[in-house]
């Protein structure tokens, strides 16, 4: 396998400006609590999506400096039940850019509040789109990958865009529109 150069630019953006990765990646804790209860006892699946949608729109805004909006989530995973009373850590990062796109990958951990191992609950891809002034698509800075593992991340998420794209034209060839 040929060694890639570290740190690389990548992105489809007309900008000349770059951000590396970590100059975005955010890290959010919340407490689960008991307004967010499922009758099962433990927290919705729904709280946990805005939590994802909220640490999302910091990284993909703090990356595009300017604003976002989510344009859809991909491959969300609920491996593990949240407990009301533990603490939900959320950890985000651009995986990659396109012209005026990005997908965020968030990974949610769960931990008792006295403390423990913390375990993996869920996982999600967010595409986040920067908007201008006018509320129309804007350009977005390149990316800088600072490791192996960001790269395999973009490689990853260049494959899940291409997937997502073709599944749309085909969707749409179907509809006869």
């Given at each position: 396998?040929?060694?890639?150069?570290?740190?690389?630019?990548?992105?489809d953006s007309t900008l000349e400006r770059a951000h590396?990765?970590?100059?975005?990646?955010?890290?959010?804790?919340?407490?689960?609590?008991?307004?967010?209860?499922?009758?099962?006892?433990?927290?919705?699946?729904?709280?946990?999506?805005?939590?994802?949608?909220?640490?999302?729109?910091?990284?993909?805004?703090?990356?595009?400096?300017?604003?976002?909006?989510?344009?859809?989530?991909?491959?969300?995973?609920?491996?593990?039940?949240?407990?009301?009373?533990?603490?939900?850590?959320?950890?985000?990062?651009?995986?990659?850019?396109?012209?005026?796109?990005?997908?965020?990958?968030?990974?949610?951990?769960?931990?008792?509040?006295?403390?423990?191992?913390?375990?993996?609950?869920?996982?999600?891809?967010?595409?986040?789109?920067?908007?201008?002034?006018?509320?129309?698509?804007?350009?977005?800075?390149?990316?800088?990958?600072?490791?192996?593992?960001?790269?395999r991340r973009y490689e990853d998420a260049r494959e899940?865009?291409?997937?997502?794209?073709?599944?749309?034209?085909?969707?749409?060839?179907?509809?006869?529109?």
């Amino acid at each position: 396998m040929n060694r890639i150069r570290i740190p690389l630019t990548v992105g489809d953006s007309t900008l000349e400006r770059a951000h590396p990765v970590s100059y975005s990646q955010q890290t959010m804790a919340y407490l689960a609590a008991p307004n967010d209860a499922n009758l099962r006892g433990s927290v919705f699946g729904g709280v946990v999506l805005a939590l994802v949608d909220k640490v999302a729109y910091v990284t993909a805004t703090r990356h595009a400096d300017c604003p976002t909006v989510t344009a859809s989530f991909d491959q969300v995973d609920f491996r593990s039940p949240i407990e009301i009373g533990e603490i939900v850590t959320l950890h985000a990062s651009v995986n990659y850019v396109g012209r005026t796109s990005m997908e965020v990958g968030v990974r949610v951990m769960a931990e008792s509040v006295s403390g423990g191992v913390a375990r993996h609950t869920n996982s999600c891809y967010v595409t986040m789109v920067a908007l201008d002034e006018q509320g129309k698509p804007a350009a977005v800075p390149k990316l800088v990958l600072e490791s192996e593992v960001q790269y395999r991340r973009y490689e990853d998420a260049r494959e899940r865009r291409a997937t997502r794209l073709r599944l749309a034209r085909e969707r749409h060839q179907r509809s006869g529109k």
